[in-house]
């Protein structure tokens, strides 16, 4: 399997870091939150954003696609 630049790993790891910061960041608007229906949906997005970041890190770590 093909070895994957710097530039685009580079790329990798920012898309890791938003998906981070995203589920952080949805998780704290849902701890804001009274409504437990719009909590739940907003728990859910950011569970969604956390399964992202782990689907990638798992796939780089079964391909060793890495340099």
């Given amino acids: 399997m093909n070895e994957l630049s710097l530039k ?4 990798v ?6 998906e981070e910061i995203l589920a ?3 998780n704290w608007c849902a701890s804001q ?3 437990p ?3 739940g949906v ?5 569970e969604q954003h956390q ?4 689907e990638i890190s798992q ?6 696609l890495t340099q």
């Fill in 33 to 35: 939150c009274d409504d």
């Fill in 59 to 64: 796939y780089f770590n079964r391909s060793h």
């Fill in 8 to 11: 685009e790993l580079t790329s």
């Fill in 37 to 39: 229906e719009i909590r």
């Fill in 51 to 54: 399964l992202r970041v782990a």
């Fill in 42 to 46: 907003l728990e859910g997005i950011a």
């Fill in 24 to 26: 952080k960041t949805i």
């Fill in 13 to 18: 790891e920012d898309e890791i870091r938003t």
